[in-house]
């Protein structure tokens, strides 16, 4: 299958989408902070540069892209019809990544929590999350993507 668009423009419309500061963090941001907790952002001294980082509870979070981050079953992480092979490989080196990021930030200590872009809309739901992430034995952070589940599709 051919790209719709020529090379050019695909990698200008790539390039142009952020890592940092993207509407679903700055929207956990805002409901994290009307809940009363307070947090630094993007520390580069913590493994995989945290999105939100509580550091009197020792917790981390990040703010995962579906289509990036491989949400399973989620309809926004569905793999390009073209280059296949090139996104499958990204996408597992994308999840190899953040496992191992996770392991790095438990060995030193720290908790860590992923809220998914596709979460970001239901802000009860933000809510919940955080306060079981927060909150003195609150709720396990959802199941990380693994490998296995990386190159397939996910329902329309």
């Keep these: 299958m051919v790209d719709r668009i020529d090379a050019a423009t ?8 952020r890592s940092i ?3 679903a963090e700055l929207a956990v941001r805002r409901i994290a902070h ?10 580069r001294d913590l493994p995989g540069t945290p999105d939100l980082v509580f550091p009197s509870r020792r917790v981390v979070l990040f703010v995962n892209g579906c289509f990036w981050h491989r949400h ?3 309809r926004r992480a569905a793999t390009p019809k073209t280059r296949t092979e090139f996104w499958k490989d990204k996408f597992r080196r994308t999840v190899k ?5 996770n392991e790095a930030l438990a060995n030193s200590g720290w908790r860590t929590g992923v809220i998914w872009e596709c979460e970001t809309r239901d802000r009860d739901h933000i809510t919940r999350l955080l306060r079981g992430y927060l909150e003195q034995g609150g709720e396990e952070p959802p199941g990380t993507p693994n490998e296995d589940n990386v190159s397939a599709t996910a329902p329309n």
């Design 21 to 23: 500061d993207t509407q």
């Design 97 to 101: 990544r953040d496992r191992f990021v």
């Design 10 to 17: 695909r990698s200008r419309n790539m390039s142009r989408i």
């Design 34 to 43: 009307s809940l009363g907790y307070r947090f630094r952002i993007h520390r």
């Design 72 to 74: 399973d079953g989620c």
